[in-house]
C-alpha cells in the first residue's frame, strides 16, 4: 500500500451503460449504486490513494437519485426515486436509503469546469438532455478542460436530430483533461 506522498502512476477508469426506462428510476439506482460497490472493493484492494474516473450513459439526469448518489455520496430517503412502489410481480431492488452510499468524493468534469451540466448530453426526436458524465476523485484530480458541446443549430445540420451523417450517436461525445493532483488535493 502506498502512502499518501507517494507519487500516482495508476488511475481505475470504468465505463457503464445503466438502464435506459425512465419508469424504472429504481433499477437505475441499484445499478449506480452496485458499480460504485464493485469499485470501492477494486480501488481499496489496490491502493488507498488510487484516483477514480467513472464515464458512461447514466440515463439519469440531474434532478435523479444516480446524479445524487454520484455527487453526495448518498441519497434523500425522500427522493422519489428512493421511493418507487415496485409493479405487480416486480420485486422491490433497493435497500433502505440509508444503506445506499459510497466512500468516493466525486465531481461532474463538466459541473466542476462549466460550472454547470451541459444543456445536453442526448439529442433525440422523444429527448434532448443530460444523460452522460465523466465523474472523477475531486481528491486527486482535478478537471482542467472539457470539449465544448455543440449547440442546437449544430447538432441538427443534418437532421432534426441525433444519430446523423455528421454525429454517429444520439449521445454527444464528452472529454476532459484531467490533472493528476500529487498526493492528493493541494493544501
Request: proline share 7%.
Amino acid at each position: 500500500s502506498r502512502s499518501n506522498r507517494d507519487a500516482i502512476n495508476q488511475v481505475c477508469i470504468a465505463n457503464t451503460h445503466l438502464y435506459s426506462n425512465k419508469d424504472f428510476p429504481d433499477v437505475k439506482l441499484w445499478q449506480a449504486w452496485q458499480l460504485l460497490q464493485e469499485l470501492e472493493q477494486f480501488v481499496m484492494s489496490r491502493a488507498q490513494n488510487l484516483p477514480l474516473v467513472i464515464c458512461g450513459d447514466f440515463n439519469s439526469t440531474p434532478d435523479t437519485a444516480v446524479y445524487d448518489l454520484l455527487a453526495r455520496q448518498t441519497v434523500h430517503p425522500r427522493h422519489p426515486d428512493v421511493n418507487v412502489e415496485p409493479g405487480e410481480g416486480c420485486p422491490k431492488v433497493l435497500p433502505n436509503a440509508i444503506n445506499i452510499t459510497h466512500s468516493f468524493e466525486l465531481g461532474s468534469a463538466y459541473q466542476t469546469v462549466l460550472g454547470e451540466e451541459p444543456k445536453q448530453t442526448n439529442f433525440t426526436s422523444n429527448f434532448k438532455g443530460v444523460l452522460d458524465y465523466i465523474w472523477y476523485s475531486s481528491v486527486y484530480l482535478k478537471p482542467i478542460a472539457v470539449a465544448p458541446i455543440h449547440d442546437e443549430a449544430a447538432l441538427t445540420r443534418h437532421g432534426d436530430a441525433l444519430p446523423s451523417t455528421e454525429f454517429s450517436s444520439d449521445h454527444i461525445m464528452l472529454i476532459t483533461d484531467l490533472q493528476i493532483l500529487s498526493g492528493g488535493r493541494p493544501p
